[in-house]
């Protein structure tokens, strides 16, 4: 059976490009345009099956931070990607404080994810944790800067 994934973006144009990527490294997709659809995907995922959820940061009814907080504890080995435009360090910060794998700024990571899913075989994420993937390629997330 191949790894089940989520990809929910509200543009129909990036979520079907996501879609496919991500059907091309392997894995069965299922799309939602909203975050109550993106939940309900994860939901209806056959028990323990959920590998992958790219969630979009601003979907037409949550941000993507409510959507990972609703997913992440019944699945807390899937990798959570948030993919978003918006390169802020206290978003970074924040969606790493609520369970996520990899931030992902789009449009740029979206290749090397691709990469790195297909290197891993589709269902082995394990290398694509705790990574910012930007315009400068991936990087190690390491933690909250401290303020003196």
Do not use: C
């Amino acid at each position: 059976m191949l790894p089940y994934a989520i990809v929910a973006d509200d543009e129909p144009a990036n979520r079907d490009f996501i879609v496919r990527l991500i059907q091309m490294a392997g894995f069965r997709v299922e799309g939602a345009g909203t975050g109550a659809e993106a939940i309900a995907a994860a939901a209806a995922a056959p028990e323990g099956s959920l590998t992958l959820a790219i969630i979009d940061h601003q979907l037409p009814d949550a941000t993507g931070l409510e959507v990972i907080r609703a997913i992440r504890p019944a699945y807390p080995n899937a990798l959570i990607i948030m993919a978003t435009m918006h390169d802020h360090r206290e978003l970074i910060d924040q969606a790493f404080e609520q369970g996520i794998d990899v931030f992902l700024v789009k449009p740029h990571g979206f290749m090397e994810l691709f990469r790195r899913l297909q290197e891993g075989g589709g269902g082995n994420v394990d290398t694509l944790r705790r990574l910012v993937i930007d315009q400068y390629g991936p990087r190690p997330y390491k933690g909250q800067r401290k303020t003196p």
